[in-house]
């Protein structure tokens, strides 16, 4: 799949390359012949005007007629020998009238875009006409198409792109669900048979606390394989005690560290502050940042989780004293495969964030962290 999609990104690249190059190169051709048309179509104007004012009685004046009236589109202004305005030709009407500043703006707009075209009397060739022309409409278009082209395909490579990134996150999310699913179809077997193992040897031993302590881990096993079930289906939410609910998990996690782990838990004097939220997948979140703690500090330090509130969120901060995220690694966490460890798949904080924003609509991410000082993950909720 991700061969396919870099093969896409630079076959589209190469496409839009071509186009934007092609497109590019043929308007300032396009551009560069009307150029020439229209210095062209000004020479033959300035012509036709000498020869209308200097012709004799008895000329025929129809041709030149036809020259003037037919320039409708190309912009001139008439300066004398002293480069002062004399008269001008298609402009704006409305702004031209009475407004020398408008005029001499555009005066000096033509002179930066075309050469003026220059007309000596022949009686006195002191007397020298300059005819300045900006730009028609039709070269403007020409010239500002490959810009529109340009945004055309950068819009259709962008949309082709996130069609396909959603493409791929469907297909993956669609391969996480089912090997989820598989995982606790495949469990469940085993640990039904663990389970009335289990039960066998407490009619048996009673008062035993190893097989206590083995139906504790076959109901943990049991609890995995119902988180595993929940991934890829719309999981029932409840109305949950988080202060008891992680106090829970803590307890559990603390039983399996070293004794040199101090964890701590604070919730502002609170005992119960209240959310929706799935109690297996939610204590598979903190499991998975309390483990990733863990690993952090490598069995000495503190981690410390933080709840608190205001009248729209529940805030939960799990900070630890470990080793910390390098800042290049911060924007990398939550990717699927991504890890530090020198075993492991980099599938915990993916799916918690996956758990977090997609089944219970709120937020997880590195509220901060310095190297050597530690790390705090933040949990946003809906009250």
């Known amino acids: 799949m991700f061969r396919q999609i870099f093969n896409w990104k630079t076959l589209l690249a190469v496409i839009a390359v071509v ?15 009307i150029a020439r048309e229209e210095k062209q179509k000004v020479e033959q104007w300035v012509e036709a005007g000498k020869f209308l004012i200097n012709s004799p ?41 009475n407004n020398k500043p408008y005029v001499e703006k555009k005066l000096i707009q033509f002179k930066a875009q075309n050469k003026p075209v220059e007309w000596m009397d022949p009686k006195d060739s002191t007397k020298i ?10 070269l403007k278009e020409v010239q500002y198409y490959p810009l529109v082209q340009l945004a055309i395909v950068a819009l259709f490579i962008i949309v082709i792109i996130l069609s396909i990134r959603g493409s791929y996150r469907s297909a993956q999310n669609q391969v996480w669900a089912g090997m989820a699913k598989e995982t ?15 039960e066998m040897l407490k009619e048996g031993q009673p008062e035993n606390k190893i097989v206590h302590e083995l139906e504790k881990d076959v109901d943990r096993l049991r609890l995995i394989s119902d988180r595993f079930g929940k991934i890829g289906s719309l999981p029932q939410l409840e109305t ?8 829970t998990m803590m307890e559990y996690m603390r039983k399996r560290a ?31 940042l309390l483990k990733n703690a863990l690993d952090a500090m490598e069995g000495k330090g503190k981690i410390n ?3 608190h509130e205001d009248e729209a969120k529940i805030y939960i901060d799990v900070s630890d004293t470990g080793k910390g995220i390098a800042r290049k690694n911060i924007a990398q966490v939550f990717k ?6 020198k075993r492991g798949w980099g599938l915990g904080l993916s799916l918690s964030k996956r758990i977090i924003e997609q089944y219970h609509k709120g937020e997880i991410f590195v509220k901060n962290s310095e190297a050597g000082k530690g790390t705090t993950f933040r949990i946003v909720l809906k009250r």
Do not use: C
């Not at 186009?19 to 560069?32: D, E, H, K, N, P």
């Open 19 to 33: 186009i934007v190059s092609g497109t590019i190169f043929y308007s300032q051709y396009l551009a560069r012949k």
């Open 57 to 97: 009685l008895e000329a025929d004046t129809r041709l030149a007629s036809m020259i003037i009236t037919e320039n409708t589109s190309i912009p001139i202004i008439e300066t004398n020998e002293k480069d002062s305005i004399v008269t001008y030709v298609n402009l704006d009407s409305a702004k031209a009238t």
């Open 129 to 138: 006409n300059r005819y300045y022309y900006g730009d028609s409409t039709l």
């Open 184 to 198: 606790a179809h495949q469990l469940g077997t085993p640990i039904s048979s663990l389970e009335g193992w289990v």
């Open 240 to 247: 949950t005690n988080l202060v008891a609910q992680i106090n």
């Open 258 to 288: 070293t004794g040199k782990i101090l964890f701590n838990l604070e919730s502002n004097q609170k005992e119960g502050i209240n959310a929706k939220v799935s109690p297996p997948l939610f204590d598979w979140v903190i499991e998975n």
């Open 305 to 307: 989780v933080n709840i």
């Open 336 to 341: 699927p495969g991504f890890t530090t460890k």
